[in-house]
């Protein structure tokens, strides 16, 4: 099994930066990537950025440039900071473990944010 715990989430201005982390334990060894995924109210979940085991990453076109998706491998957490936030990027962010084992792919319990104008 693999479990995620997001933390960081909170209220911003639009402008501001925030720093999310996932925190990742279990079977950490069979994880290909984690993606952060968010869901603004009433919109489907969408995709954010992925990084991979061997420190690839990429980003959705709405947040190049503005998010940076990195890892602490010591701590088993990723982590994504957000700077010139927008209202735009108001949701609830989720993190999103695959694993080479697919029974153990997982999600995390989520972590708000809400960046106002």
């Known amino acids: 099994q693999v479990q995620l715990v997001e933390s960081g989430g909170g209220l911003v201005q639009a402008g501001g930066s925030l720093r999310l982390s996932c925190a990742a334990s279990?079977?950490?060894?069979?994880?290909?990537?984690i993606d952060w995924h968010r869901q603004a109210p009433g919109k489907q979940r969408e995709w954010v950025a992925t990084?991979?085991?061997?420190?690839?990453?990429n980003y959705a076109d709405s947040v190049k440039g503005r998010f940076t998706i990195s890892r602490d491998n010591a701590k088993s957490t990723v982590y994504l900071q957000m700077n010139s936030l927008k209202p735009e990027d108001t949701a609830i962010y989720f993190c999103?473990?695959?694993?080479?084992?697919?029974?153990?792919?997982?999600w995390g319990q989520g972590t708000r944010v809400t960046v106002s104008s």
């Open positions: 999103y473990a695959d694993s080479s084992i697919t029974r153990f792919n997982s």
């Open positions: 279990g079977s950490i060894f069979s994880i290909n990537h």
């Open positions: 990084i991979t085991s061997s420190g690839r990453t």
